[in-house]
């Protein structure tokens, strides 16, 4: 994996959905200075208006975040290194089922809110292998695309030589504590965002049905195990003092978050909020505040 980033390196997070992405990206958003932050939207208008900024903007950029693929840093006129999150393929799956039935809000709510999960994971509502399309770069991700032995070795590929951390959702604390290691971060401590609400336990849903989805997602649930082993290494590195500084954060974690980041738990309140409706007077206004609050320019 690439190494430790320093002032004059941009960092690009790819956010792959349902991957404790948004937590994460409160936290990035503290580490850097604001009008220094780009977040990429998934419509191609806000890809546009990232690459047709005019190259002395981009290369004041310190951290380009967004739902794209693979492939950001060929428009950054500086180094770069990414990070991303990976999740057991299945859970993510569940968790954007979830997620798109109580969203009334997303586009797809209406089309798949009375399915069952395993009909929603059998229609053309649900990615299949999303996790190793982001990694390799396929534009678009689109529903019904599909994945190669060749694209499976094109992501492990790109993890190994372009990557500074992958970080793993089911390990998110430690996750956090690799990368302030590795990137010099501060207050690491979190609210958590975007959680989907009204899951059921894993346990409810059968084994069967768990295996259906896995082979469904065969070449993420390859790329997961890799990017596992990758993991281990990063722990390996971080040395002995892990296991006391992970009872550290996590002892003081829920109420530092709060205390140290007041405005995160507004954001997290707000964003459930807007999840219940399908139009909320001010809404765009509002994400405009949150915006300049953490500095991220779109």
């Known amino acids: 994996m690439s190494s430790k980033t320093g002032d004059s390196t941009a960092l690009i997070f790819l956010h792959i959905p349902k991957t404790a992405?948004?937590?994460?990206?409160?936290?990035?958003?503290?580490?850097?200075?604001?009008?220094?932050?780009?977040?990429?939207?998934?419509?191609q208008a806000s890809m546009d208006r990232f690459t047709n900024l005019p190259e002395e903007?981009?290369?004041?950029?310190?951290?380009?975040?967004?739902?794209?693929?693979?492939?950001?840093?060929?428009?950054?006129?500086?180094?770069?290194?990414?990070?991303?999150?990976?999740?057991?393929?299945?859970d993510r799956v569940l968790s954007n089922y979830y997620y798109l039935k109580g969203n009334r809000r997303h586009v797809h709510h209406e089309n798949i809110?009375?399915?069952?999960?395993?009909?929603?994971?059998?229609?053309?509502?649900?990615?299949?292998?999303?996790?190793?399309?982001y990694l390799t770069g396929q534009a678009g991700m689109q529903p019904g695309g599909e994945c190669t032995e060749e694209d499976l070795l094109k992501a492990k590929k790109n993890l190994s030589?372009?990557?500074?951390?992958?970080?793993?959702?089911?390990?998110?604390?430690?996750?956090?504590?690799?990368?302030?290691?590795?990137?010099?971060?501060?207050?690491?401590?979190?609210?958590?965002?975007?959680?989907?609400?009204?899951?059921?336990p894993r346990e409810t849903l059968s084994e069967e049905d768990r295996k259906e989805i896995a082979k469904l997602n065969d070449y993420d649930m390859q790329i997961y195990d890799y990017a596992l082993g990758l993991f281990e290494d990063q722990i390996k590195q971080y040395g002995p003092s892990l296991k006391k500084d992970l009872e550290n954060f996590r002892s003081r974690r829920k109420i530092l978050g709060w205390l140290l980041n007041p405005k995160d738990l507004l954001a997290?309140?707000?964003?459930?909020?807007?999840?219940?409706?399908?139009?909320?007077p001010g809404k765009a206004a509002l994400r405009k505040i949150f915006d300049k609050i953490y500095g991220i320019r779109k």
């Open 161 to 200: 030589e372009y990557f500074t951390m992958v970080g793993i959702t089911e390990r998110f604390d430690e996750s956090l504590l690799l990368l302030k290691k590795a990137l010099g971060w501060n207050n690491v401590y979190y609210v958590k965002q975007n959680v989907s609400k009204n899951r059921p």
């Open 113 to 133: 809110v009375n399915m069952n999960v395993m009909e929603f994971v059998n229609s053309r509502y649900s990615a299949k292998n999303v996790e190793t399309k």
């Open 268 to 280: 997290g309140w707000a964003l459930n909020i807007s999840f219940k409706f399908k139009k909320i």
């Open 57 to 90: 903007e981009r290369a004041q950029l310190r951290l380009v975040k967004g739902h794209r693929h693979f492939g950001l840093h060929e428009y950054l006129p500086k180094p770069s290194t990414y990070i991303t999150f990976l999740r057991n393929p299945v």
């Open 21 to 43: 992405g948004t937590t994460l990206n409160r936290v990035m958003e503290r580490q850097y200075e604001k009008g220094t932050i780009w977040e990429i939207g998934l419509d």
